[in-house]
């Protein structure tokens, strides 16, 4: 196994520390955990399934994988058979265990990334290569390809025709692509397309997997519902394995995650709110001498001044504002900051006056 680095948000500590000492508080917009209330329609299913004595199924129940397969057509025409569904615990575990469960030697992610994809290549002993240009690599040999849109840290959307490049290129070499779009339906100045829409894969999962969460669109993070949908065979594969490694997820979630799948109409409003604080905070920034780059969709502005990126942090930890440095995804973010829109509405609220 290589060895693991420090995890990075334990360096953000000091910072953190010098925004709780503003007089009104610190207003935290560094890691993008929702604070929003889980919809009612979520908690009285989980409530509903409570009593749930026996195991449970790690492909998930059929209410589950049938509400995942109406909201992929519902939502991003994409249609997939409900037995090609399968429930993760989080997807973060399931990005940080895919190279593993794959045998992956070699692995390709973004330059600006999750830092979940390079620390996944590690647990399972891989090579990381980080690149965004597929088609320059040439030959090279890949068993694994990353794509995250929209992107994270970065808010960018990769559009159809750049996905379709990166399908057929990983095609001709026999790689899995997996397309992380746990930020899919948070598209703003630009809408996000599957990598499973028939305009990017013809028609064809093969070779493909999608990656959704709920922790966004639904604020469930704190229930650790996600699934993962693609090639059958692929999908097949990666169930085989979780029922011997005991990765269920438990009863009552799968119950809670199938009413927030079927249900559009909380995910709206979630939507609304969000809009309504990026709306607030991006002319606050840019008025404070914040330059905003890419943030299309997702739920973080992609900000720089000119400074090194630690120093922006400081600068705003100063006025009790804490957000993430931009190396912590990548060296290319040397320069940027990320800014979460996930705070309540009254933080948003002070981050806008302190910044005045």
Request: with cysteine; charged share 25%; hydrophobic share 40%.
């Amino acid at each position: 196994m290589n060895t693991l680095p420090h995890f990075p948000w334990d360096r953000l500590e000091p910072y953190k520390e010098r925004a709780r000492a503003h007089p009104d508080g610190i207003v935290d917009l560094s890691v993008g955990t929702p604070v929003d209330p889980v919809p009612r329609i979520v908690q009285d299913a989980l409530a509903g399934a409570a009593d749930s004595p026996g195991y449970p199924m790690t492909h998930g129940t059929r209410d589950l994988r049938e509400a995942a397969a109406g909201w992929l057509s519902r939502r991003l025409g994409v249609r997939v058979d409900q037995l090609d569904v399968l429930p993760v615990i989080g997807t973060k575990e399931f990005v940080a265990w895919l190279p593993t469960y794959l045998g992956a030697a070699r692995v390709v992610h973004p330059e600006l990334a999750y830092p979940t994809y390079d620390v996944g290549a590690r647990l399972a002993g891989a090579s990381a290569l980080a690149s965004d240009g597929l088609l320059a690599l040439g030959p090279e040999r890949a068993d694994l390809v990353w794509v995250n849109s929209p992107g994270n840290p970065t808010g960018k959307v990769l559009p159809a025709e750049h996905l379709r490049k990166v399908v057929a290129w990983a095609r001709e070499r026999g790689a899995i692509v997996a397309s992380d779009e746990c930020y899919i339906e948070l598209g703003w100045e630009e809408r996000p397309v599957s990598i499973l829409h028939p305009d990017v894969c013809g028609g064809s999962h093969e070779g493909l997997l999608a990656v959704h969460s709920l922790s966004k669109r639904s604020n469930l993070a704190g229930y650790r519902a996600g699934f993962v949908t693609g090639d059958p065979a692929l999908v097949k594969r990666l169930l085989e394995t979780r029922k011997h490694a005991g990765m269920m997820m438990p009863a009552p979630v799968q119950a809670a995650m199938a009413a927030a799948l079927g249900d559009d109409a909380h995910a709206e409003e979630q939507r609304e709110r969000y809009a309504g604080r990026r709306a607030r905070l991006r002319p606050a920034l840019e008025r404070a001498g914040w330059r905003i780059d890419h943030s299309t969709a997702g739920l973080y502005f992609w900000a720089t001044n000119g400074e090194k990126s630690w120093d922006q942090v400081g600068k705003l930890a100063e006025i009790g504002i804490l957000v993430a440095p931009g190396d912590f995804y990548g060296p290319a973010g040397d320069r940027h900051i990320r800014i979460a829109v996930t705070a309540t509405d009254e933080r948003v609220d002070a981050a806008v006056r302190r910044l005045q």
